[in-house]
Every structure is written in C-alpha cells, then in structure tokens.
C-alpha cells in the first residue's frame, strides 16, 4: 500500500528536493491520523506472523511497490517487460510478494525522475535512490528504521555479503547505530590501479620487467626513444595520457594518493591531493613530458580519441583497472604478437607501494517509513542471492540470467553482489587451470574458465577474460595487493558533506587546471605549494573539517 504525503510542487534540484522533504516530513508529524508513520522502532512480530524465515511465502500475498531503471530489452526472455519478467514472477510466486512500479524510465533518467518523486511527497514503499537522495530521505524522518529486520530476516548469504571489508558496505546508510537502508555493496578490490605494459615491447627491447618506479621511468623512456615498434620512426610514446589526467597509478609509485580521504600521522584524516607526495610525482611528469615521453597533445584529447593511438601501437604503457583488456581488445584480435600484461604498481623507494581502492556502492535501497512490512526489503534481496549465487543457483540461474547470457539480474528489483567476487573466482580458476580438476569451482567461476579455454582454443573474442581472469591477469594482481597488504582505503565513504557539494566542482577544476599546466611546464613545480593554499581556501578545509566529522561519529 502506498502513502501519499502531502503534495508539493515539483522542483528539481537537490537542495530544493531535501526543502521538500523537510516539509512533507513536517506535514506528516501534524497529521498523526494520516496513514500512519510508523514508529521507527517498530517491532517485527508483526511481519514475522506474516513470514517468518528469509525466504518464506506471505499467505496471503503483500503489495509493494517501486520504481525501475530500464537496462535494455535484450535482458529480457522474449514476451517479458520490465514489469512483467522472471524477478516479479518469482516473488510473487514463491515469496508472495506483488511487485509493481509507479514508474520505468531509462536509467540516465532515473535520479532526476527520483528527484521529482522526492519533491512530490507521493514515495514507493521500497526506495531505490542514490546516496545524497538518501541523505535527503533520512534528514526528513522518511525511512524506516531496518535493525531488527535485517537481524531477523536477512539469510547468512546477504549477512556474509554486507560482513565483508568489516561491515563497509553498511557503514555509509548507518545512522547512530541505527540501519536505514541496505546497499548494492561490490567491494573495493576491483578499483584497484596497476599499470599495463606491452610485454612484446619489453621483450624486443631486451627490457626486464618492472620491479622498482626506477624501471618504470626507464622503460618509458626506451619505449619513447629506442623504437620498439621496429618502424624506424620515432613515432611512439611511453606513458598513455589524456585530458581527464589519469596519473593515480603513477603517483602511487611516490606513496602519493589522489583524490583519497586518508589518515595522517596524527590520527586526522586528510585529503591526499594536497599532500607533498604528489608535488613529487607532478615533478617527475613535468619533466617526462618535457623529454617528450608523453604525448604532446594529451592535454586536449578525451580517453576515447587517446585510446586510438594506444590501439594503432603507439603507446606501451597505461595505468589504468582491471577492464582495461576491453579497451584493446580490437587490437590483439589484429595483431597476436600484441601482449599487454599487468604488473602492481612500483615504489620510487624501499617503502612498498600500495594501490588506493574506493568503495563501490552502486545503490541504496530504503523503505519508506510507515510500510507494513519493511523487511520485504530484505527478503527480496535474500530471493536475489538465492537465485544467483545460492544453492538454487545450480539450477535456477540461468533462467533469472535470460539464460546464461550474463544479462537479467539488473531486472531484479533490488540486487547486490558477492563483494569482491572477481578475485575469488580468478583464484579458483588459476587453480583449475594447473590442476586440470574443475570440481571445487563456483558457478561464475566455471564460465570464466571455460571462456579462457575458448579462447585458448582459438576464440580470440575471449582473450580478454585471460587478461582478466587467468594465471598473468589483473585479478590476480589484485590477489598480490590483497594477500600482501597493499592496500590504501579511501576512508570516506560516505555521501558528499554540505560544503562538497557546493565546492567539489571548484577544487576540482583548480586541481585539474593547475596538475595540467605543471606537467606542460606552463607553471613551475613549486606552483603546487600556491594549489594547496588555494585548495585549502576555497573549502577545502573546511571540507576536510566536514570529513572529519562524519568519519568521528
């Protein structure tokens, strides 16, 4: 059943949306007799008479009702709609749960379609928003309180999920040790940068592989000056590069950590780029640009017209995650003497580098406060684990997968993924691969291996997933960080403080602005030291002071 709030008028943005929801949450508290606002410590004995285990049926059947981002009709098995599919079937069928939803637009629409729901007071029961819609939500009273649901009613297969990486995936939509939401939690490990390099260019050069920042810088250079492509031209460059500046991976390399909220030695948590580390790095860019290591005309090419240059064979270097195979798939299906491979980032010193990983949240799903039966929420997440990754998963996952194609899942009406389910899959498949036995393998990770021997059985379209997945691969650098702790979490993960929102944009065109004329020479290096001063004053402390405060409650 839905609650309609009081009406307001339709305003977009999303300091007009939180005014709005501050007024229907007003409104509501004055009306007690409307509809109910359910207490937020409301006790789930109620549901329980109703369904009581994770996965069991309501006799009889409950409404709830949502919204849906489109993710293409190829999803979809023939004769399905986005509202009409497996999912709705299944919940209805086996949880007794009615799904429908006020609204499907295409997903680039979705946050400003939700925008306008949000301003109009008429809410769905269940609340797929982003993080500051849901900071809006919850600053307006307007969700209910999950502790005792999740407790109850969440399966040891959604409890495993959100205990990984010690509870992150819970910690941004905890409030005073009260849960109001539940998120699309994938873990951090696949943000992780390493830099790829043309092995096949190693090699004719005569080049060892990279064991130090040193022998990065070095085999730049060769690569830029000693013709690895053999044509007699010097038409090739070291590094890949391009105007959005992605030098995160090379700045690991002087301990520097961009755009990540860490913790200093005083315990305080800082924004890494402002700390000295990156003026070091900036440093040494400046002067590879100036020997002409980097292309020239990085500074006005977006990543998709760079990665030509990189697909025509004139850059051996990049730094970039573990997708990056895709970007150059084209390229080895041309040519198999092309062989990029993935190496960890490397240290200018003795101290070890370490990657920055980011916690990935993909959604936030919430109930609105006064639903009767808040751990609907739940159970719907407890069918979608089930039938992926469950042990109905043997059977039933290729149907809610449209049939193995890998596409399906995003019809679920709230979903969420084993964290850091890549790395583990890439480990059993390398074990597979030495030992010959694919008994122990996962599901995911038994199509992983048999993609691999497709493509060692001469189905280039798979080669990717060997640089993904197999023994030389980015998941199994990532493995390398993971079991030798290399790792740097941004220690904000939260939704974007006051002063963010109305700064980032600023700070970030100054960085931007300013990293770009250090590394064409057009500013000194010391021009960083002027950065930081102005970063600091134009809201950067401030934001900092913001950071601190969330990160301490």
Excluded at 138 to 145: G, N, Q, R, S, T
Aim: aromatic content about 10%.
């Amino acid at each position: 059943m839905k609650k309609k709030l009081k009406a307001l008028p339709v305003l977009a943005t999303a300091i007009v949306v939180s005014l709005a929801l501050s007024a229907c949450s007003s409104g509501n508290n004055s009306n007690s007799g409307n509809g109910g606002a359910t207490n937020a410590t409301a006790k789930p004995e109620n549901a329980a008479a109703a369904a009581a285990g994770p996965l069991t049926k309501y006799d009889p059947p409950i409404k709830l009702s949502s919204t849906m981002a489109e993710t293409g009709k190829e999803t979809l098995a023939e004769g399905d709609t986005f509202a009409n599919n497996i999912w709705t079937r299944g919940y209805e069928n086996e949880l007794g749960i009615k799904v429908s939803y006020d609204w499907i637009v295409p997903g680039a629409n979705y946050d400003e379609k939700m925008n306008v729901t949000m301003a109009s007071g008429d809410l769905p029961d269940l609340l797929k928003v982003n993080m500051v819609q849901f900071e809006q939500l919850h600053e307006a009273d307007m969700l209910e309180d999950l502790t005792p649901y999740f407790e109850q009613y969440a399966s040891d297969l959604v409890k495993g999920y959100y205990a990984e990486e010690d509870g992150a995936g819970l910690k941004p939509v905890t409030k005073d040790g009260k849960l109001y939401a539940l998120t699309s939690f994938g873990g951090s490990l696949d943000s992780s940068d390493m830099i790829w390099i043309r092995k096949d260019w190693l090699d004719k050069l005569g080049l060892a592989e990279p064991t130090s920042m040193q022998d990065i810088i070095k085999i730049a250079e060769d690569f830029t000056f000693n013709d690895p492509d053999g044509n007699g031209k010097k038409d090739t460059f070291g590094i890949f590069m391009n105007k959005d500046l992605p030098i995160n991976g090379f700045l690991l390399g002087y301990h520097a950590y961009l755009e990540t909220w860490i913790k200093n030695s005083d315990g305080e948590i800082v924004n890494g780029t402002v700390q000295p580390e990156v003026k070091t790095g900036l440093a040494e860019l400046q002067r590879l640009y100036k020997e002409g290591v980097l292309d020239p005309e990085f500074g006005v090419k977006e990543f998709a017209k760079a990665m030509e240059d990189v697909n025509a064979g004139k850059i051996g270097m990049m730094f970039m995650p573990q997708w990056a195979p895709f970007q150059v798939m084209n390229m080895f299906k041309k040519d198999q003497t092309v062989n990029w491979v993935p190496y960890p980032v490397q240290s200018i010193d003795s101290e070890p580098a370490k990657t920055q990983n980011h916690l990935g949240i993909g959604g936030v799903f919430a109930i609105r406060k006064g639903y009767e039966h808040p751990e609907a929420l739940i159970k719907l997440l407890n069918f979608q684990a089930e039938k992926m990754f469950g042990e109905s998963a043997a059977k039933e996952r290729a149907a809610y997968l449209n049939g193995e194609t890998g596409l399906g899942f995003q019809n679920a009406t709230v979903s969420n993924l084993p964290p850091n389910k890549n790395v583990k899959a890439q480990d059993e498949v390398e074990k597979a691969i030495e030992s010959k036995d694919t008994s122990n393998m996962g599901l995911e990770a038994g199509l992983f291996y048999q993609d691999i021997m497709d493509y060692r059985g001469g189905n280039l379209d798979k080669w990717n997933m060997e640089r993904i997945f197999g023994p030389l691969s980015s998941q199994g650098i990532i493995k390398h960080y993971r079991d030798n702790n290399l790792i740097v979490m941004n220690q904000f993960i939260y939704a974007p403080t006051k002063t963010m929102n109305s700064k980032s944009a600023t700070l970030d065109k100054l960085r931007a602005e300013t990293f770009l004329k250090i590394i064409y020479g057009n500013l000194p290096v010391d021009a960083f030291d002027k950065f930081v001063t102005d970063w600091k004053k134009l809201g950067g402390d401030q934001i900092t002071q913001e950071v601190n405060e969330v990160v301490g409650k």
